[in-house]
Every structure is written in structure tokens, then in C-alpha cells.
């Protein structure tokens, strides 16, 4: 049982990791800078390089999420990663700011919906970095990759 709940878990954050990268590296990264700069938190550099690096590195997450490569740790960075998501959303949420979300490129605004998903998919990252736990830590990758 826990090695199905594993690998559906594994492969449905790499579907929303790869699916996300997607949507943000078929169009210009300015344009996904734009809605990383409608949260107000980051200096214009800060802004200009997250845009840049940010759709990559989901793109590798969802990859090695996809191949079961360093499970536990990749489980763990997906979490990190959400986490940072998912506050940021809660705060300019909770500040009644009225903007694009960014999570799958451009249209989707920041509401209550997209918060359920975010923190359904954060506890699904810390849900397999946990369950991922034993079986990475002996041998490097879980027994259903």
C-alpha cells in the first residue's frame, strides 16, 4: 500500500512541477515576471532573476520527482519550494491584493481555490519526503523507481 501511495504521490507533483515549467518556458520569461513583480516583495533584480531560474528548476524537480532520482531529498526541495509559494500567496491573499497567481503562467488569479491547491500539494511534497525517508536514506532512490 504505502508504495503505491508513494509513487502516485512522486508522480503527480512531477506532473504539477513539469506542467508548470511548461506553461512558464513557452512564453517570454518577462511575462512571468510581471506576476512574480505584482507580489511586491522583490527588488527588480530579484524579480528578473527568479523569472529566469525559477521555471528550470521546476523542471528539474519534476523531472528527477519523475524518475524517482534522490527521492527524499527532491521531495524535500519540492516542499521548500512550495512552502515559499504558499506563504507568499497566503500573505498577498490575506493583503486583499487582487493579482495573477503565476503558478502555470498567465490568467489565474490569486484566490482561495489556488491556495487549497497549493497547500494540498505542499503537504503531498512533506507526505512523501517522510514516506520517502527510509528507503532513500540506505539506498539512494525508493524500491518503486
Known amino acids: 500500500m ?3 501511495a508513494r509513487l502516485l504521490l512522486r508522480l503527480m507533483l512531477a506532473g504539477v512541477f513539469l506542467y508548470a515549467a511548461w506553461t512558464k518556458l513557452r512564453q ?9 513583480d505584482s507580489y511586491q ?4 533584480w530579484a524579480v528578473l ?26 521531495s524535500i526541495l519540492a516542499a521548500v519550494v512550495l512552502a515559499i509559494f504558499f506563504t507568499t ?12 497567481c503565476g503558478c502555470f503562467g498567465v490568467g489565474e488569479p490569486l484566490s482561495a481555490k489556488t491556495l487549497a491547491r497549493d497547500g494540498l500539494l505542499l503537504a503531498s511534497a512533506i507526505t512523501l519526503a517522510v514516506v520517502a525517508r527510509p528507503y532513500t536514506a540506505k539506498y539512494g532512490h525508493a524500491p518503486d523507481t
Open 2 to 4: 504505502m508504495r503505491w
Open 28 to 36: 517570454p520569461w518577462l511575462v512571468f515576471a510581471l506576476s512574480i
Open 41 to 44: 516583495l522583490l527588488p527588480e
Open 49 to 74: 532573476t527568479t523569472a529566469r531560474v525559477l521555471p528550470w528548476l521546476e523542471l528539474a524537480i519534476g523531472v528527477l520527482l519523475l524518475t524517482g532520482v534522490w527521492l527524499r531529498y527532491i
Open 89 to 100: 500567496m497566503l500573505l498577498s491573499f490575506g493583503k486583499g491584493m487582487g493579482i495573477d
